[in-house]
């Protein structure tokens, strides 16, 4: 299309020109009018040219010598290697970063089991021992209730034989009482007595001093339990009065 257009124009400049020329000679050969000059007009053939585009130099391929090529090549091989060997280092860097990671909250979580099973195992510890204690002060409790029961029985016992040796004087007036103490050995012997409160009668504690030696041994408290007796008849107090005999 460009092409169609530039010979457009140059044919149109060719064509002015040409006129231009024909113009000035007829000037020059001017003559008076009396004259009759003819000038034949010349037909000028003008045509188109397209004109053809022009090639644009086409580059010829850069020639890379082989030695070149292999250089590159080996340096492509080498920056290849060695990003990956750094990948290979990263990534076994990251794996044992987990692996100790791992590690870390493996141990992390045995030491939370160890833990929890330690305060498991002393909290059923703790609630045995409790139950174990609480075990013991009921046979505790129990074995006094039956030593006291076994006791008192014993203490009937030589509550009656002091009863029954006791003379009681003439001068024994209602509301006199001797407390006194007997000291007894496993075999059911006195080995002591002692007037703790006196009545205020020297006859009425002097009964009561005979009637214990003339009761006594005790030969039935060598039947009992030796703790029985240590807690019981190691010491016996009893009060004496008219009325009757209190332990």
Do not use: C
């Amino acid at each position: 299309m460009i092409g169609s257009k530039s010979s457009y124009f140059i044919a149109a400049i060719s064509s002015i020109g040409i006129h231009a020329v024909v113009i000035l000679a007829m000037l020059a050969n001017w003559e008076p009018e009396s004259k009759k000059t003819v000038v034949q007009p010349q037909y000028i053939q003008a045509e188109l040219i397209e004109l053809a585009p022009k090639k644009k130099p086409v580059k010829k391929p850069k020639v890379t010598p082989l030695i070149d090529r292999a250089t590159k090549q080996r340096e492509i091989d080498k920056r290849r290697a060695q990003e990956s060997k750094l990948a290979q280092q990263k990534l076994a860097a990251q794996r044992k970063a987990q692996l100790l990671k791992d590690q870390q909250q493996a141990e992390k979580d045995r030491k939370a089991r160890e833990e929890k099973q330690r305060k498991a195992d002393e909290e059923r510890a703790r609630k045995q021992a409790e139950k174990a204690q609480q075990q013991r002060k009921e046979q505790v409790l129990i074995v006094a209730k039956e030593d006291k029961q076994a006791a008192n029985s014993y203490l009937q016992l030589i509550q009656a034989r002091l009863s029954q040796q006791w003379n009681r004087p003439k001068s024994a007036r209602r509301g006199m009482e001797t407390l006194i103490e007997l000291r007894l050995v496993p075999t059911g012997r006195i080995v002591g007595v002692e007037i703790l409160e006196s009545s205020g009668d020297i006859a009425f504690d002097r009964s009561v001093e005979q009637a214990a030696y003339k009761a006594a041994p005790f030969s039935e408290l060598q039947k009992m339990k030796p703790r029985i007796f240590e807690q019981y008849f190691r010491s016996v107090k009893i009060v004496f009065n008219p009325e009757d005999l209190r332990l």
